[in-house]
């Protein structure tokens, strides 16, 4: 099965389980008698096929599909056993961080709250192996206030003469890696240069939790629970620092389907376990998210920050209007008639190709677009929420939504953790430091020649 856009007849990029297939004999096994013994013979080796994939114009080169085939539970398990071994040079400290729009899936499948669900899934990991579980809520902190700041910055140098908006988030793989290979230039000067909220993990991880724990980074092997496999292709590209190229951020990452799937076939007896925090202050990190109805929600928190900033309006609540359909809505600002701030949210691919081809024909009237690969955004991700045939579980992904909205939702600028991070860390909110390790640069090849003549 392929999307219509499709240039090839399968893709390496991803892993799906099929029930269907032959069990790889060499998994290791949930259920270990020692550390040479025993198989997880239920998980299958899996394929992706194209119609899961938003960047598919050939976007996976022979090298990357050979990296994205470890990026599966049978490389989380060489690590643990690797570490069951006399040989503690070999040893590695295990980190798994938790995207927040897994956490409602992980409450859904187990019949918990959200809460209840991260302390179950943390001591699950931790029965396994692991030796830190962290939320990542705090690096999509970080993601949404540099986008903040980089959208009034621009908001101040946008001209005729320079084009600096509209601004398009960069916080979804596989919008990403679409506008890099597929669109390429004059698309990708649009990209927020935000790292999104899995890169900023990578960089909290192996560069500010390996200098508390006084570890080189390289002993440190970073897991994500994701509910995306594009997030797969995203780990590859994440050097967490200049000053060591090739180092990645992220190690491996596995989808919440994976990791249920692992919980489901396991018989070790798990005890519920806190999840833990980077800061010595905190006990156990709150269960938390963004104001945003499926995802980290850029757009909400980018839009009362540049109301405030650039027109000193309070805004409390925020109306969407869905426009084409429910995956394209737009939030304005206006004041005495006058439209002020013009955003929108697009979700899925039909959306991502309309507003392109808007970006293409110079009419497009946003300042600001909040853009996700997922229809529904990314609560439903691919890697959750799926049918044993590849479709949405509708009563699931409904029971997601009703356990996300329900989550505390906490500003970033609230954070003290933050502030003290910026301090801490990165010596300073607008250091050399903070913009190595918040921002990134895109690909540009030369695939549109056309020229973007937008009217506002």
Not at 60 to 86: I, P, Y
Not at 183 to 193: K, R
Not at 437 to 456: F, G, I
Request: net charge negative; aromatic share 8%.
């Amino acid at each position: 099965m392929k999307c219509e856009h499709c240039t090839r007849k399968e893709c390496s990029k991803k892993t799906k389980t099929d029930d269907g297939e032959n069990v790889s004999p060499d998994v290791p096994s949930l259920a270990q008698e020692n550390s040479e013994k025993g198989e997880f013979h239920k998980l299958a080796d899996a394929k992706i096929f194209l119609s899961d994939c938003l960047a598919c114009d050939s976007c996976v080169t022979a090298e990357e599909g050979a990296q994205l085939s470890q990026q599966n539970a049978k490389d989380f398990f060489r690590v643990l056993n690797l570490n069951k071994k006399c040989d503690t040079s070999e040893h590695k400290v295990l980190v798994v961080s938790v995207c927040p729009q897994s956490l409602p899936y992980f409450a859904a499948k187990l019949n918990l709250s959200v809460t209840d669900a991260s302390r179950r899934l943390c001591g699950f990991l931790k029965s396994l192996g692991v030796h830190y579980v962290f939320d990542m809520a705090i690096a999509a902190d970080f993601s949404i206030l540099e986008s903040q700041k980089e959208f009034v910055r621009r908001y101040h140098q946008h001209s005729d003469e320079q084009r600096a908006l509209p601004m398009l988030t960069s916080a979804c793989p596989g919008w990403v890696r679409y506008a890099e290979r597929v669109l390429g230039h004059p698309v990708t000067p649009h990209l927020c240069t935000a790292k999104s909220p899995q890169q900023v993990m990578g960089s909290l991880v192996k560069d500010y939790f390996a200098k508390q724990q006084n570890l080189p980074p390289e002993k440190i092997f970073h897991v994500v629970v994701a509910p995306c496999y594009d997030k797969k292709l995203e780990a590859l590209q994440e050097g967490f620092s200049t000053a060591l190229p090739g180092a990645q951020g992220t190690d491996c990452v596995l989808t919440s389907g994976e990791i249920t799937q692992m919980m489901e076939q396991s018989d070790l007896s798990v005890k519920d376990a806190a999840v833990d925090t980077l800061f010595r202050d905190a006990k156990e990190a709150v269960v938390r998210r963004h104001d945003g109805t499926g995802s980290d929600g850029h757009l909400a928190h980018v839009f009362r920050h540049a109301a405030k900033e650039l027109f000193n309006e309070h805004v409390e609540e925020i109306t969407y209007c869905a426009l084409r359909n429910k995956d394209f809505q737009e939030v304005t600002l206006e004041k005495n008639g006058e439209v002020l701030l013009r955003f929108a949210a697009a979700y899925g691919f039909r959306n991502v190709q309309n507003l392109v081809l808007k970006l293409r024909k110079g009419k497009f009237p946003y300042h600001f677009v909040e853009v996700l690969a997922c229809p529904g955004g990314c609560l439903n991700g691919r890697g959750q929420a799926q049918t044993e045939h590849g479709h949405t579980d509708k009563f699931v992904l409904r029971q997601m939504e009703g356990i996300y909205a329900d989550i505390p939702v906490q500003p970033p600028e609230s954070s003290a953790h933050v502030q003290e991070l910026y301090q801490e860390w990165l010596e300073g909110t607008d250091s050399l430091k903070a913009q190595e390790a918040l921002h990134t640069s895109y690909q540009s090849p030369e695939r549109c020649t056309a020229a973007l003549d937008m009217k506002w």
